[in-house]
């Protein structure tokens, strides 16, 4: 279990997570992406008060996930492991766009935000890495 925790700077992880998740709601707002996205995946946009809180909790959860990861391998000096990791994901993640017929705006969209949240949650390592 140390390899999942010595070293790691929880203060980047909490960081990289928080704000990657503050992207992704201006990333799918009306402001950038949003409504073309929903046309795509064929859903309606709504409210801020009619948010899908379960699907935003699990939203956090996995950001929290994905940006211990990318601190775990900060540590490793393997930044490049989940630079990878997340690549990879991120084409499977097309791949079931595919499969759902979401259109091609929509998978670019989703596929363009795992990327920027990995960056984010990269520079918050390497902002707060040792603290």
Request: net charge neutral; proline share 3%; glycine share 12%.
């Amino acid at each position: 279990m140390g390899e999942l925790t010595n070293g790691v700077s929880w203060l980047a992880v909490i960081v990289g997570a928080v704000v990657s998740f503050l992207a992704g709601w201006l990333w799918y707002s009306p402001k950038l992406f949003g409504p073309k996205w929903a046309d795509g995946v064929g859903v309606e946009m709504g409210t801020a008060g009619e948010m899908p809180v379960p699907a935003m909790a699990t939203q956090i959860v996995g950001l929290l996930l994905m940006s211990w990861f990318v601190g775990v391998t900060a540590v490793a000096n393997a930044l490049l492991t989940v630079i990878l990791a997340t690549v990879a994901f991120t084409v499977l993640a097309y791949s079931g766009g595919l499969f759902t017929r979401k259109s091609a705006y929509a998978r670019n969209v989703d596929a363009g935000y795992w990327i920027v949240s990995l960056v984010i949650m990269i520079v918050c390592q390497g902002i707060f890495r040792g603290m």
